[in-house]
């Protein structure tokens, strides 16, 4: 009966740590259905493929939107041609009111 020391405490064991990269999200925490399908994103793991996809998509549509007002902004300078009252014909740039 030598192998304990009466001194010496005995070591506690820790419970596991709900902070660490084993358990994302909220899974252990107590929460209503309603929370759960609002928020789907804080129960499950990050999907990888998810993740690309959407950046993927998100990229397209801002190189997109990034077209769309490059090309606007080369149509604002277009020519036209402007028939005066008398017959006569002009060529006139486009020209907004706010100039």
């Not at 506690?12 to 259905?33: F, I, N, Y």
């Not at 604002?76 to 060529?91: A, I, K, M, P």
Request: one cysteine or more; hydrophobic letters at 30%; a positive charge.
């Amino acid at each position: 009966m030598a192998t304990e020391k009466s001194g010496d405490p005995k070591p506690e064991a820790k419970p596991p740590s709900s902070a660490g990269p084993r358990s994302p999200g909220l899974r252990h925490v107590q929460t209503t259905t309603l929370f759960r399908v609002v928020n789907p994103e804080l129960f499950m793991r990050p999907n990888k493929m998810v993740m690309a996809f959407g950046l993927v998509t998100i990229t397209g549509c801002i190189a997109y939107l990034a077209y769309m007002n490059a090309s606007k902004e080369n149509q604002r300078d277009q020519l036209y041609v402007n028939v005066s009252s008398d017959g006569t014909e002009t060529v006139q740039r486009r020209r907004s009111k706010w100039d």
